[in-house]
């Protein structure tokens, strides 16, 4: 045996036996080549099978943990997949969307289906016992999700049409107030007391002073518009309120300013059965009532006959207009305004669910430039933009007497805080046309707009608007559409509860009831008995 070692160090040894080389050629040379091996390679071999062995394991195993779950042969899913591993996400996906498109064609809109599945707990024990394909998985699903989808917008069409119903209702505290108001004009002659005084009934027609009227029959609404206004007047005995109320409401009306007149400006209380009108408007009034009368038992029966679906997806305007408030005498007699007071010249008119929150008093210098109303039409989102308040929200375009007088996509103006020329309104026909517009709507079969005051008010007025700057009145504040920024509510001269959350209401918002509520005179001994501010 011989030992050949190179010069370059021991790196290969080579043993060879003489006799095995002798005599054999070139065999012998063979024989010490197989024996011959680097001990390089054998750690890049045994290197490499660590790495792929584990690897090929791994994926081994999961090819028959999915092969097991989504495939009816584990060995067809397995095939040639090894080293294939997106073509399973991919068939299961086209598979998936295939079922689901075949399950949609079969059934049309899902609607109607019975016997889905309640839960997702349900789902899995269906799939996982039953060991359904993807197909029937794809039909179980759709049927769950479309009963879901049902079942919420079910809850919340429901939610809304709840919502204006308690819109409708008067709170505990403001019938507690009316009562007690009663009781205190029956029993105490300082509530009792004429008014205004009568060393102040001149301001009652004087130009020089800056006159403001309210129709309401909400006594703690009145009281806050009134205090709201002389608060942050700047001249505030250079205000006259005029009150005009409902019969019922007018001795606890009288009493509250009676009783705490030492607080207020000259605020005179009349009722409507105080006015003494000439037959003619008397009957032009009950005319007007028994129309808009006719349009919201319209309204209500196509409501009530559609389960109140119609209203879903909508504004939410078709439930509003629902309110006994449209139907009362109080919003409709603002046409009437010039007959309401004739020794008048200019009026800003406010409604019971405002606050204000600037001096007013520039409004009675503003140039109408020879219109009969001030307004605001843009709101403070921009030019054009009023969400909710376009023509198309109130009327019926698709008939030719509305589409050939207004356009659809215009702003109409807000009502609630206005300013009124009534001697430009006098040399007019606005309430003549008012009760045209009325009678047009009965021949046309009460479908030309919705329930209330408001569209023939917009089509009498049409071309005798003056815009006012939005930042004047911000209106909306008891809906759910409208939303203005912090900055916009703080710096509106009027911030107007439009909409079914009045402030003085449980679904009034949080955010915006404090903007009312500080104007409340927590110090009067009705408020505290009758815990409003509770």
Not at 50 to 62: E, H, Y
Not at 116 to 129: A, G, I, N, Q, R
Request: hydrophobic share 40%; with cysteine; proline share 5%.
């Amino acid at each position: 045996m011989k030992f050949y070692i190179s010069a370059a160090g021991i790196k290969r040894v080579t043993i060879s036996s003489p006799s095995g080389a002798i005599g054999k050629g070139g065999g012998g040379c063979a024989a010490v080549a197989a024996r011959r091996f680097s001990g390089r390679t054998l750690i890049l071999l045994l290197l490499m099978l660590a790495i792929v062995l584990p690897f090929t394991f791994v994926r081994f195993a999961f090819l028959v943990l999915e092969s097991a779950s989504v495939c009816d042969s584990p060995l067809e899913c397995m095939g040639l997949r090894l080293f294939r591993g997106g073509d399973t996400s991919l068939k299961i996906r086209e598979e998936l969307t295939r079922a689901l498109v075949e399950e949609t064609s079969q059934d049309g809109n899902g609607r109607g289906q019975k016997g889905s599945l309640e839960s997702f707990d349900e789902l899995v024990k269906e799939m996982t016992l039953k060991r359904r394909d993807i197909k029937a998985f794809a039909s179980v699903t759709k049927k769950m999700l479309l009963q879901m989808e049902r079942k919420v917008q079910s809850a919340k069409h429901h939610e809304l049409v709840y919502w204006h119903l308690a819109s409708h209702g008067v709170p505990k505290c403001l019938h507690c107030l009316s009562l007690r108001l009663t009781e205190e004009y029956s029993v105490n002659a300082m509530a009792r007391t004429r008014l205004p005084p009568p060393e102040s009934v001149s301001r009652l027609t004087d130009p020089s002073f800056h006159h403001v009227v309210i129709l309401t029959d909400n006594v703690l609404a009145a009281s806050v518009v009134i205090s709201s206004t002389v608060q942050n007047a700047v001249n505030a005995d250079k205000f006259v309120f005029h009150i005009v109320t409902d019969k019922k409401t007018y001795t606890p009306m009288h009493a509250w300013f009676a009783i705490n007149s030492a607080s207020s400006p000259v605020v005179e209380v009349k009722g409507l059965h105080q006015y003494d009108w000439p037959q003619e408007v008397n009957v032009r009034v009950k005319e007007m009532l028994e129309i808009h009368r006719m349009i919201w038992r319209r309204h209500y029966q196509n409501l009530k006959d559609s389960d109140y679906s119609s209203v879903e997806g909508t504004h939410e305007q078709s439930l509003q207009a629902l309110n006994p408030s449209c139907l009362a005498l109080l919003n409709h007699l603002r046409i009437y305004i010039p007959k309401l007071f004739p020794d008048l010249e200019k009026i800003v008119l406010l409604d019971d669910d405002v606050v204000v929150q600037r001096d007013l008093s520039s409004l009675w210098e503003t140039d109408l430039n020879g219109n009969v109303v001030g307004a605001v039409v843009d709101s403070w989102c921009g030019s054009n933009c009023c969400p909710g308040r376009k023509y198309k929200d109130y009327f019926n375009f698709s008939h030719p007497l509305i589409s050939s007088n207004l356009l659809r996509d215009d702003c109409a103006w807000l009502s609630g805080m206005n300013v009124f020329d009534l001697k430009a309104w006098r040399q007019t026909n606005i309430t003549e046309a008012y009760s045209t517009w009325l009678r047009l709507s009965v021949s046309s079969g009460l479908q030309l707009w919705q329930p209330g005051a408001l569209p023939p008010t917009l089509l009498a007025f049409k071309g005798l608007t003056q815009p006012l700057d939005p930042s004047w009145h911000v209106a909306g504040l008891g809906s759910r559409s409208v939303k203005p920024p912090e900055e916009i509510l703080k710096s509106a001269a009027v911030l107007h509860f439009s909409g079914p959350a009045k402030p003085w209401l449980e679904i009034s918002k949080p955010e915006v009831r404090s903007y009312w509520y500080r104007y409340v005179n927590s110090s009067i001994i009705f408020v505290r008995k009758c815990k409003i501010m509770n």
